[in-house]
């Protein structure tokens, strides 16, 4: 017992993580010893740890299968999961697989069987259908924002995969809202169910309205930018056509963005959710994708452009703001002559005309064509730019290690220099190209 805490306090410095929330406490008592767990807790809350911590502890060292399989609706949450794994520093290994990625690279990875394997459900049923590995010992079954998976569409490949789990005998189920139906194939015998959605997260939560003079609120959303000022915010939309007009509008008036939807490739869109991280842009456009099961810090600001269609799409592209202890402001944009939905409550009309203080854009994103396979670690990317680079820690931005690359944040007025310096230069003993992106 003593040396399982150790373990897991080992795990949270790691992380950087000096104390569980109640809700996270909570969680890994019960689900240890609960067969089947219901998750509910607000987004940013920290479900994820939650149940990672628990399982990490179930495995078997000497088992060399998959014994965890984590199936989540988005390509963003597996890769977000996937990092969460590694930086716990487990011992365990662990691979994410989704559509829009190579499979000839899943089935590369998959040749050193994970621990925990996790994954969209249609990819997870592809692997499992051509049975790339065992399924007889998958002991533990996460549905993670399972609400969003049954909402996407992935019903028939979720009821096939359950099918196929013979030994399973712990499920735990995750989400930020409980306005959904736990379907009968999940096989969830009377559940326990943690539930902390009724905690009053969202009262640090001041909704906005700004009115537009003209149908076209471009012009609006232009002057709103200015009101916040630099700080990030996430610009909604309902539609991808939204988004290119919205992008459209912010070039042509030289305001730095980046965009984040469904049509979009997949690399295109970690690209946007990095630059967006390590501040080389401060905006993000978006369909409600970006409202959940992304990695993307807390922001002050999030604007409405368009007006949610449901109360839980409200609620969710609200999450992104006022969680946890912070507070926050959502900012919902209406025509004149628009009405607001019934569900937008408590909303009080506000003056723009009052401009924040812009300062210009000053990190800029490099790419490096070297990752963990190659051995390469942050240390590595560090040092190259401290020695060969000869910059000093304060122009060392966010460094983000992946698979077979390295994204660095620098500062805009060296990054062309740098790349002068660096570009075909030795990292470990990788030849690597360095660019802006």
């Not at 630099?230 to 991808?240: A, D």
């Not at 939905?341 to 000053?362: G, V």
């Amino acid at each position: 017992m003593a040396n399982s805490i150790r373990k897991q306090q080992d795990i949270l410095e790691k992380l950087k993580i000096y104390a569980l929330n109640p809700m996270q406490e909570e969680a890994i008592a019960v689900i240890e010893k609960t067969t089947n767990t219901v998750l509910l807790s607000p987004t940013g809350t920290g479900k994820t740890l939650a149940f990672l911590l628990p399982i990490v502890k179930s495995l078997d060292a000497e088992c060399n299968q998959v014994q965890a399989l984590i199936l989540v609706p988005s390509r963003e949450l597996a890769i977000q999961i996937e990092q969460v794994v590694r930086n716990m520093g487990s011992g365990f290994k662990v691979n994410a697989v989704y559509g829009g990625r190579p499979m000839s690279k899943d089935k590369i990875e998959l040749k050193h069987i994970p621990a925990i394997l996790i994954g969209t459900p249609g990819r997870i049923a592809d692997h499992f259908g051509n049975d790339r590995f065992s399924k007889s010992n998958i002991k533990t079954l996460v549905l993670d924002e399972f609400d969003k998976s049954l909402e996407t569409g992935f019903e028939d490949e979720m009821k096939d995969i359950i099918s196929q789990l013979p030994n399973t005998n712990k499920r735990i189920l995750t989400s930020a809202t409980h306005s959904v139906t736990i379907p009968g194939f999940v096989r969830l015998d009377r559940p326990t169910t943690i539930n902390y959605l009724k905690d009053k997260t969202t009262s640090k939560l001041a909704i906005k309205t700004v009115v537009a003079p003209d149908k076209n609120k471009l012009q609006t959303l232009l002057d709103l930018l200015q009101h916040i000022g630099n700080e990030p915010v996430i610009i909604f939309c309902n539609l991808r056509d939204s988004i290119e007009q919205v992008s459209a509008y912010l070039d042509k008036n030289g305001i730095n963005y980046a965009c984040f939807s469904g049509g979009m490739e997949q690399r295109d869109r970690e690209r946007s959710l990095i630059k967006f991280r390590n501040g080389t842009c401060q905006i993000l456009i978006a369909t409600d994708l970006a409202a959940r099961g992304i990695d993307i810090p807390e922001m002050k600001n999030i604007i409405h452009y368009e007006l949610p269609r449901t109360l839980a799409e409200f609620t969710h592209r609200n999450g992104r703001t006022a969680r946890v202890n912070a507070k926050g402001t959502a900012y919902v944009l209406v025509w004149k002559k628009e009405h607001l939905p019934e569900f937008i409550k408590n909303a009080k009309a506000i003056d723009i005309t009052k401009k924040a203080t812009h300062k210009p854009q000053f990190w800029e994103t490099l790419f490096i064509s070297g990752g963990r396979k190659d051995k390469i670690s942050k240390g590595d990317i560090a040092g190259l730019f401290f020695k060969q680079g000869a910059i000093n820690k304060d122009q060392l931005g966010t460094i983000e290690l992946k698979q077979d690359c390295a994204f660095v944040a620098v500062p805009v007025t060296i990054a062309e220099d740098l790349v002068e310096k660096l570009n075909n230069t030795r990292l470990k003993k990788k030849k690597v190209r360095v660019s802006i992106i």
